[in-house]
């Protein structure tokens, strides 16, 4: 039976560190395309070992290579080894207002 154990090293070449609700992660990141309303676009997704996703929910923040995102979607592996966040851009904050 394969473990997570036996991946110990996948991320270390090619891999970010991912902040997930402020705690870091490793993880692979890259663009995917996917259907989205009958128009195949580009969308972000995180792969992180299935222990590392255990918390993680819809609409959490994920800053990678200082770009934030939030979760999207939840795609367990069939594996029980790898989960897979879908994100999108996190919406730009406004600036604070200047003192009155």
Same mark, same amino acid.
């Given at each position: 039976m394969v473990a997570e154990s036996d991946f110990k090293g996948v991320f270390d070449s090619t891999g970010v560190t991912a902040r997930v609700n402020g705690q870091a992660r490793s993880a692979?990141? $890259?663009?995917?395309? /996917?259907?989205?309303?009958? =128009?195949? /676009? $580009? =969308?972000?997704?995180? /792969?992180?070992? #299935?222990? #590392? #996703?255990g918390g993680v929910s819809h609409g959490d923040p994920v800053t990678v290579n200082g770009d934030d995102y939030t979760v999207r979607s939840i795609e367990p592996g069939r594996?029980?080894?790898?989960t897979r966040l879908l994100l999108q851009q996190a919406a730009p904050t406004a600036p604070p207002a200047p003192p009155a």
């Open positions: 692979s990141f $890259q663009n995917e395309f /996917r259907l989205i309303e009958d =128009v195949e /676009r $580009q =969308v972000p997704v995180l /792969r992180l070992f #299935a222990s #590392a #996703a594996d029980g080894i790898f």
